[in-house]
């Protein structure tokens, strides 16, 4: 298991759950680290995967509103003011 980020976009490396608490729990404390991330998306479907939102701008929010709304019982959107 191991982390690794650097700050460069597309240099996020998660492998393997690391805290205590479940997967959002994991999720939030990734969130917290990234600058500028503003939602992550869980994904539970098939597999479970995170997507991070890192400074959107207002057409990546409306995609993301539009996605949550067709895809929203699949997974799970965190945010980071809540």
Avoid at 16 to 45: D, K
Wanted: proline fraction near 2%; glycine fraction near 10%.
């Amino acid at each position: 298991m191991q982390d690794r980020y650097t700050g460069d976009i597309g240099d996020f490396i998660k492998y393997g759950l690391l805290r205590a608490g479940g997967h959002c729990q994991e999720v939030r404390f990734w969130m917290s680290r990234l600058p500028g991330c503003t939602h992550a998306y869980y994904w539970r479907r098939w597999s479970n995967r995170t997507f991070f939102l890192v400074n959107p701008d207002e057409e990546i929010q409306r995609r993301l509103t539009i996605f949550v709304r067709r895809w929203g019982g699949h997974g799970r959107l965190l945010s980071s003011t809540t």
